[in-house]
């Protein structure tokens, strides 16, 4: 079996970051040690923990390791300290800086159900039973970047301005790599916009509608993103791909985060180019929830997120299915065994999160 070195930058963040994505790298040694890889590790600052040690929250350092790695696990930033805070010396800047230093323009959010979490789902199990899809969202363009932006003025007189912006390669891009990943999936794709009302979605739908003639296999439609938030509720199980912009994709995560029972359970890939000449895709990764500050530190966080985007790294990345798979396989085993995390409410004690991390190794 060949071996391959999987470079790898781990940022543990803020809050319960640092203790999920400790499992995480246990379950990646675990399988580097199995499937004969070599895993070369490195660590860096980002977010409040930046702030309070560089005053930065994306430090340069944190940047050029970034760059050399291959792919780079992000626990989670932010802490209530930075509420009050101006946008530029918040923990979020450093998560913004870093995904468009990597470039990394297409972020996947996976949402499936598992058997062993229906019952978790606020929908009833028929609504919610055989959900499987996975969102693209933008990740580095619209009003998360555009300009001009900023708070100006006074009295009555004082503004506030966000731009929301898209270039036709911008929405090009994405909107291949969503058409891509349709053809290895159910070959349908939704993409999602505000066309009736914003010039941005107008132009969106008749970039994406072109795009589509490159893959007639795929079946496109087009649906409205306040349309979608109740779809998303009322019939989850229409959805393949779903592909949208930064905004609305941040708002619609998190509602399909919440159907599947746990947003503790949900992976994020950011996804860029080919890394300079390689068949490695530059990749950043990371759980969906919050650095949950409240729980922080106490050994109870449920770390199968960060793991599962240890497993998605493998396979987006490295292009290691198998090994991907496998991480999968066991993160499935332990639900099943019930030891889990309190946010899954298990039926007898919950399990810690080094306990959840050590499960999920030994059955890997
Ligand atoms: C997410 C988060 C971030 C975002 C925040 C923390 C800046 O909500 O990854 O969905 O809005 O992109
Ligand atoms: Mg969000």
């Not at 913004?96 to 598992?114: C, D, E, F, G, M």
């Not at 007639?216 to 439609?221: F, G, I, R, W």
Request: aromatic fraction near 6%.
């Amino acid at each position: 079996m060949s071996t391959m070195e999987l470079k790898i930058l781990i940022l543990p963040g803020d809050g319960i970051g640092p203790e999920v994505t400790r499992e995480a790298v246990k379950v990646l040694e675990r399988v580097a040690s199995k499937f004969n890889h070599a895993l070369s590790l490195k660590e860096g600052l980002l977010g409040g923990i930046a702030i309070k040690k560089t005053g930065s929250p994306f430090p340069p350092e944190t940047e050029k390791l970034a760059l050399a790695a291959d792919a780079t696990l992000m626990g989670a930033v932010g802490l209530p300290e930075y509420d009050n805070a101006p946008p530029e010396k918040r923990p979020e800047k450093g998560l913004l800086a870093i995904r468009k230093a990597l470039k990394v323009y297409a972020n996947l959010r996976p949402i499936k159900t598992y058997k062993a979490l229906i019952d978790s789902s606020p929908l009833k199990n028929h609504l919610v039973e055989g959900t499987d899809m996975i969102i693209v969202r933008e990740l580095t363009g619209g009003l998360y970047y555009g300009t001009p932006r900023g708070i100006s003025g006074q009295g009555s007189e004082e503004k506030g301005v966000n731009t929301m912006v898209y270039t036709r390669a911008e929405i090009e891009r994405v909107a291949r790599y969503a058409f891509g990943l349709a053809l290895k999936r159910r070959r349908k794709l939704t993409s999602v916009d505000k066309s009736n009302v914003l010039e941005t979605s107008q132009l969106w739908r008749r970039v994406v509608t072109e795009i589509a003639k490159d893959y007639p296999e795929v079946a496109l439609d087009h649906m409205l993103v306040d349309n979608c938030a109740m779809q998303l509720i009322l019939n989850p199980k229409r959805f393949d791909v779903l592909l949208t912009e930064n905004m609305f994709g941040d708002i619609l995560s998190d509602e399909g985060a919440v159907l599947t029972g746990s947003i503790g359970m949900l992976p994020s890939a950011s996804i860029g180019d080919k890394k300079g000449g390689s068949e490695v895709w530059v990749g950043l990764y990371e759980p969906v929830h919050g650095s949950a500050p409240d729980i922080a530190g106490q050994n109870k966080a449920n770390p199968l997120g960060a793991i599962i985007s240890a497993g998605a790294m493998l396979a987006y990345t490295f292009n290691l299915q198998e090994e991907a798979n496998a991480i999968y396989k066991a993160v499935e085993g332990v639900l099943e065994s019930g030891r889990v995390t309190a946010d899954l409410h298990p039926k007898n004690k919950p399990a810690t999160t080094a306990e959840v991390g050590q499960a999920v190794c030994d059955s890997i």
